[in-house]
């Protein structure tokens, strides 16, 4: 059984920085892709960032682009997301996916955690 548990969320000031961490279980952590997504109240969820098996190859949203930094460590099957400078429009609950396949051009997001809520206060 697959499981994906976000933590390191909380409540920040703009200017702040926040690392959010995902540890998974229940698969090979280095043969998959991996991704950060947020969705805002009242919004659509959107693609925060994403990183290959390998952590070599990355991409990273226009309007994070800068200030957030997708990392992994697959020794501790962990992802990151290093966020600075935060804005209170980053605002979201931020979620963690792994991905279908070694690359994220080449699967979907597949299994999900639960969530890591991030407010930052303006």
């Known amino acids: 059984q697959v499981q994906v548990v976000e933590s390191g969320g909380g409540l920040v000031q703009a200017g702040g920085s926040l690392r959010l961490s995902c540890i998974t279980s229940?698969?090979?952590?280095?043969?998959?892709?991996m991704g950060w997504f947020r969705q805002a109240p009242g919004k659509e969820r959107e693609g925060v960032s994403y990183?290959?098996?390998?952590?070599?190859?990355?991409y990273t949203a226009d309007s994070v682009k800068g200030r957030f930094t997708i990392s992994r460590d697959n020794a501790k099957n962990t992802l990151y997301l290093q966020m600075n400078s935060l804005k209170p429009e980053d605002t979201a609950m931020y979620y963690c996916?792994?991905?279908?396949?070694?690359?994220?051009?080449?699967?979907?997001?597949?299994?999900w955690g639960q969530g890591t809520q991030v407010t930052v206060s303006s």
């Open positions: 996916a792994t991905y279908s396949g070694r690359y994220y051009w080449e699967g979907i997001p597949n299994y």
């Open positions: 990183i290959s098996w390998g952590g070599e190859t990355t």
């Open positions: 229940g698969l090979t952590f280095d043969n998959y892709a």
